[in-house]
């Protein structure tokens, strides 16, 4: 991948009118490499690690890009973790800065590896990960996930595509 880039998005399957159908085509074992690249950052709370205001913290969020016109559609990615059992921090890519949020920027190389699954397999991943960066002689950094829908329309479609993002450098 070029530098800033992530696999191409595509959004253009939407029946459920909420998140597109996820196509995993691309994503699995990609090397990213960001310098600087800008993000909008979110946080949730949790509680031991399960979302209480995602839905709202994002739909806020996605309002905000929107206005701004700093929608980066074709290149979409949202990394996620937890930083702790009452904490989530969410980078939405974007492309440019979006008025009234806080921003941040990436800088690093990362692999990925597409899971398909429930959400409640996120711990198993979370290692699988870890080792993906350490089987390539890295020490392991961050692992992000992205979360590719909603459980709603995980359900509607009936896959739950999970995208994880491991720092390699």
């Known amino acids: 991948m070029q530098t800033n880039e992530t696999p191409r998005y595509d959004a253009s399957v939407n029946t459920t009118g909420c998140c597109p159908r996820f196509n995993p085509e691309g994503w699995d074992g990609q090397e990213l490499h960001f310098k600087d690249k ?3 950052k ?6 031991m690690h399960v979302p209480m205001n995602m839905g709202s913290v994002f ?3 996605n309002r905000h890009i929107d206005d701004a016109g700093a929608s980066d559609t074709d290149r979409f990615i949202v990394l996620s ?3 702790s059992p009452w904490s989530s921090e969410h980078l939405f890519s974007v492309s ?5 949020e806080e921003m ?3 800088s690093g190389d990362f692999i990925t590896k597409v ?3 429930p959400y409640s397999q996120a711990r198993h991943w979370h290692e699988e990960m870890r080792q993906i960066a350490r089987d390539r002689k890295s020490e392991p950094g ?3 996930f992205f979360y590719t829908t909603c459980p709603k329309c995980a359900k509607a479609y009936g896959k739950n595509y999970v995208v994880g993002v491991a720092a390699t450098s």
């Open 38 to 40: 800008q993000f909008l």
């Open 42 to 47: 979110a946080t949730t709370h949790s509680v």
């Open 59 to 61: 739909a806020r969020v």
């Open 81 to 83: 973790r937890d930083v």
């Open 96 to 100: 440019k800065t979006v008025p009234g």
């Open 104 to 106: 941040t920027t990436l």
């Open 115 to 117: 899971f398909e699954g």
């Open 142 to 144: 961050d692992v992000y």
